[in-house]
């Protein structure tokens, strides 16, 4: 157990259905990450937060994908209209880092996304 | 960030030490190599990481070659709980490179 923990740890849904996922960081770290993993390839990065501020998104992440980080604790990660091609596993990962130095990335076990 | 190269997968006797090996050529100055390890249904666990001298902890030891073009992760007496996916890494720990890169690793299979 790293202390990150995801929520919920499997969900299948419907295409077209909307879906949101929780991730509790270890709680003073201030760098929380969000990543997706599909079966055989290593986790690819989809967004990145500061406390509360969203710094960098990568270009997987549709309009259809939304993250928030409302306090700098917890974070949801929103997936509207879902289709086939978003079954995945999802992983958070929190880190403490200062300016321009980033700790080690303690991930969690994932939520996995089926969409039928 | 640099890319790295890893063989697909890999074998090794119960016991005996498994050697990872990693080609990051392009590796430039500032750039820590990283291994992260991910047992099946489980997140990825970060190992080790180093710049170019050698470091070893509680897991494994890294071995840099002096031109930081390859490295080795070395697991010294493997067991079976060894047995995931080994992903080497390199990265800038300034600047915007704040995420880690994953490639598809290196499946170890550690065989009774």
């Known amino acids: 157990d790293t202390g990150v923990s995801q929520d919920p740890r499997h969900k299948i849904t419907k295409r077209g259905q909307n879906v949101t996922f929780r991730c509790d960081p270890i709680?003073?770290?201030?760098?929380l990450y969000w990543y997706r993993q599909t079966l055989g390839q290593g986790p690819e990065f989809l967004t990145y937060?500061?406390?509360?501020?969203?710094?960098?998104k990568s270009r997987l992440l549709s309009d259809r994908f939304s993250a928030e980080r409302p306090k700098g604790s917890f974070s949801t990660l929103e997936i509207q209209r879902t289709e086939q091609g978003d079954s995945a596993m999802y992983l958070c990962?929190?880190?403490?880092?200062?300016?321009?130095?980033?700790?080690?990335?303690?991930f969690g076990e994932g939520s996995r996304l089926t969409v039928l | 960030d640099a890319k790295t190269t890893q063989p697909p997968s890999m074998d090794c006797a119960e016991g005996r030490a498994a050697n990872l090996p990693c080609n990051h050529s392009t590796i430039s100055g500032n750039e820590y190599v990283y291994w992260y390890r991910q047992i099946h249904s489980q997140g990825p666990q970060y190992i080790i990481h180093g710049l170019k001298n050698n470091e070893t902890n509680e897991m494994a030891s890294l071995i840099i070659t002096e031109d930081r073009k390859s490295s080795t992760l070395i697991l010294p007496h493997a067991t079976l709980r060894d047995t995931a996916v080994y992903y080497c890494?390199?990265?800038?720990?300034?600047?915007?490179?704040?995420?880690?890169?994953f490639g598809s690793g290196t499946q170890l299979t550690v065989l009774p």
């Open positions: 937060f500061q406390n509360e501020a969203q710094l960098e």
């Open positions: 990962a929190s880190s403490l880092g200062s300016a321009g130095v980033t700790g080690e990335l303690f």
């Open positions: 890494i390199v990265r800038s720990s300034s600047g915007s490179a704040r995420q880690l890169t």
């Open positions: 709680s003073e770290h201030n760098r």
